[in-house]
């Protein structure tokens, strides 16, 4: 079975500075999708960011980039420029290509310092 | 807009009774998944449906079940309440894959809390 690890249960950044949150993931397939997602104050699960394992290139959504490392099977994500509207449960999730359900990690609490 | 909504938003019962949280969605997604949320656990899939009069088991299926009658609606209900069962529970949708380039997005309901006394 796939399982999704995020380590780093919380993280604190500083406004305007750079943080990065982990993600490991496990996997035997080849073909997959991996996802960042933003949880608020207000409950909504906000799509951040997307990759497909068979693109090389890291995606990237204005401050939010991901590193990828398909051999490692890691997936981290970069906000850069830290804003106070950051401040969020953040979850990594991954799907293989062929099937429908996703499946996440436990999430790393970030919190943003004015 | 499309979209997804749940019902109620917040509810409390008691052990033993039988709960059913509704689930709504206009973007004529083939996919629907109900997600339990616990701190700890991130999300966890309780059931999924790939179209209508389809249901399937997720990782923490014992004690609810869904049915799925239509494209839009996918109610989860809980037999008989335990404590175990209080959580916040999220409704999504996806277009279906087989398309290669389809990513199977979820796309989240707000969610409905429950707390069972």
């Known amino acids: 079975a796939q399982t999704v690890t995020q380590s780093q249960p919380e993280m604190s950044v500083q406004e305007a500075e750079t943080v990065t949150l982990s993600c490991t993931y496990d996997?035997?397939?080849?073909?997959?999708?991996l996802f960042w997602y933003k949880q608020p104050p207000s409950r909504q699960m906000i799509l951040v960011i997307r990759q497909e394992a068979y693109k090389q290139q890291n995606a990237t959504e204005n401050r939010f980039s991901v590193n990828f490392q398909k051999a490692a099977k890691s997936f981290s994500l970069k906000i850069s420029d830290s804003q106070l509207g950051d401040a969020a449960m953040y979850f990594c999730a991954y799907r293989f290509y062929n099937n429908n359900d996703m499946r996440f990690g436990a999430g790393t609490r970030l919190t943003v310092k004015p | 807009d499309a979209e997804i909504t749940q019902s109620p938003r917040h509810k409390i019962t008691e052990t033993g009774r039988q709960v059913t949280l509704a689930c709504h969605q206009t973007?004529?997604?083939?996919?629907m998944f109900w997600y339990r949320q616990d701190l700890g656990h991130g999300l966890r899939l309780i059931h999924y449906s790939y179209g209508v009069q389809d249901t399937n088991k997720g990782e923490v299926s014992d004690g609810y079940s869904v049915s799925r009658s239509n494209t839009e609606d996918l109610p989860l209900t809980l037999e008989s309440a335990a404590s175990s069962q209080t959580s916040v529970y999220f409704c999504?949708?996806?277009?279906?894959?087989?398309?290669?380039?389809?990513?199977?997005?979820?796309?989240f309901g707000e969610g409905s809390r429950l707390t069972v006394l």
């Open positions: 996997t035997s397939e080849s073909d997959y999708y």
């Open positions: 999504a949708s996806s277009e279906g894959t087989g398309d290669f380039r389809n990513t199977g997005e979820l796309f």
């Open positions: 973007w004529n997604h083939n996919n």
